[in-house]
């Protein structure tokens, strides 16, 4: 996802809002929809360690 810039980190908007004594914040909610986690076996677990073992 992109996230536009917030108008305050625009010229000539940022001059001023860094003479700004006051704090501004911006607040992004983001939703997602996560899959259930797959259960890996011990062996996978072990198979795959082992193959980036070897890539090193």
């Known amino acids: 996802r992109n996230l536009k810039a917030?108008?305050?980190d625009n010229f000539?908007?940022?001059f001023f809002a860094w003479l700004n004594p006051e704090r501004i914040v911006d607040e992004y909610e983001?939703?997602?929809?996560?899959s259930p986690k797959?259960?890996?076996s011990r062996e996978?677990?072990?198979g795959a360690a082992e193959e980036l073992k070897?890539?090193?």
Request: proline content about 10%; cysteine-free.
């Open 54 to 56: 070897k890539q090193l």
């Open 6 to 8: 917030p108008w305050y």
């Open 44 to 46: 996978e677990l072990i």
């Open 12 to 14: 000539p908007f940022d």
């Open 30 to 34: 983001w939703t997602f929809e996560l």
């Open 38 to 40: 797959k259960e890996i």
